[in-house]
């Protein structure tokens, strides 16, 4: 079977194909009395919208949440809670190569090993497209978690990154890139700007901070704080690595260096002297920030041409041949993995919120 679901208590699944007559998600186990609306939702979805600039792609789509279940004069219900993108502005006739052909890095040939079929236009459920109904659920999900404030940005486009010196959270609202150093920003410019003028693409590194997570929560062994966060960031589209805390840096440490040394705080409450370990001690959340950096890859549809095979025939055989990847694309995925990432540490966080109150009271 196919896993369209992701969480334990607080559980959502998503539906529909990049160009589908719609897309969308369903969520689970949401506690009852929460006011929701709309409009809670709609501003997640705005900030990964597509074409809201020239570093993303220019697919016009509004991406309005209609709310079909779950909610009742204005709050949950405690039953499933429906939500609905439209897609509007699908260019099917732009993958015809691709119904021919498989683009290396994507999941065209995965797909068609493990299904034997595959929907070609945008990737079908293998499009960033289907992320939005992720952001959608995370919206949900922070209504279950409002001591949790959660700040998402990128942190490095093309192999350059940040100055942590320059850092500013109020500057992450103030260019496209969703960036805290505005010198950085300036220079994503032409890093972007370049590969998308090429037809290529480039990578990016995308941070996630949660401020305000009770310690507690989390689990000894197989629902882990961290295993939780790396396979909800590991299963968005485009990325293929997840760092808890320090990460592979921690692998250069010593343990003295590695330490997150304490001192007794306020109502006795420790106070930590540094955060290591990203916030999660034994897959149990320590109290202090809870940081995520996460990978995404060069998108993987270029006009660039790339080798390739096409589709087996009836006698199973290939060509070798070039592919170019017509369409509208993000020369950086990264850019609108922002508001996925976010989403994914909400709903990550509610789930493990329902789950710790659900065996410690």
């Not at 204005?74 to 190569?97: A, F």
């Not at 090993?113 to 999900?141: H, L, W």
């Not at 590991?234 to 343990?255: P, Q, T, W, Y």
């Not at 060509?319 to 509208?328: D, F, L, Q």
Request: hydrophobic share 40%; aromatic share 6%.
């Amino acid at each position: 079977m196919s896993f369209n679901s992701f969480g334990h208590l607080f559980r959502f699944s998503t539906w529909g194909e990049s160009h589908g007559p719609a897309i969308g998600a369903l969520v689970d186990g949401c506690p009852p009395g929460l006011p929701l609306c709309e409009a809670d939702i709609q501003p997640f979805l705005d900030k990964r919208r597509p074409g809201t600039s020239k570093f993303t792609t220019q697919r016009r789509e509004p991406d309005e949440v209609r709310i079909l279940s779950g909610v009742f004069e204005g709050r949950t219900t405690g039953t499933p809670i429906s939500l609905m993108i439209e897609n509007v502005d699908q260019r099917s006739k732009d993958y015809s190569e691709v119904a021919k052909a498989y683009r290396p890095g994507h999941a065209d040939y995965a797909y068609d090993a493990k299904y034997g079929f595959r929907d070609y236009r945008g990737g079908g459920r293998s499009s960033a497209r289907e992320t939005a109904s992720r952001v959608a659920a995370g919206a949900v999900a922070r209504l279950v978690i409002p001591e949790v404030a959660i700040l998402g940005y990128v942190s490095a486009i093309g192999g350059d990154a940040i100055d942590p010196a320059n850092f500013d959270a109020a500057e992450i609202g103030n260019n496209p890139f969703f960036c805290p150093d505005a010198a950085a920003a300036a220079r994503w410019e032409k890093i972007v700007d370049e590969a998308r003028l090429d037809g290529s693409s480039v990578g990016a590194v995308v941070e996630c901070i949660a401020t305000g997570v009770p310690a507690g929560w989390g689990a000894p062994l197989y629902a882990k704080l961290d295993a939780e966060l790396a396979s909800a960031m590991m299963s968005i589209n485009a990325v293929k690595g997840v760092e808890i805390g320090d990460g592979f840096a921690a692998a250069a440490l010593r343990g003295e260096q590695n330490a997150d040394p304490m001192r007794p705080g306020a109502d006795g409450v420790p106070e930590f002297l540094a955060n290591h370990a990203g916030g999660i001690a034994g897959g149990i959340a320590t109290g202090q920030p809870v940081h995520v950096r996460v990978a995404f890859k060069p998108t993987s549809s270029i006009l660039i041409p790339v080798e390739t095979v096409t589709r087996a025939d009836e006698q199973r055989r290939r060509e070798a041949t070039e592919i170019v990847t017509k369409g509208r694309h993000d020369p950086c995925v990264g850019i609108r993995g922002v508001p996925v990432v976010e989403a994914m540490m909400a709903l990550v966080l509610a789930d493990q919120k329902l789950m710790h109150r659900g065996q410690c009271g």
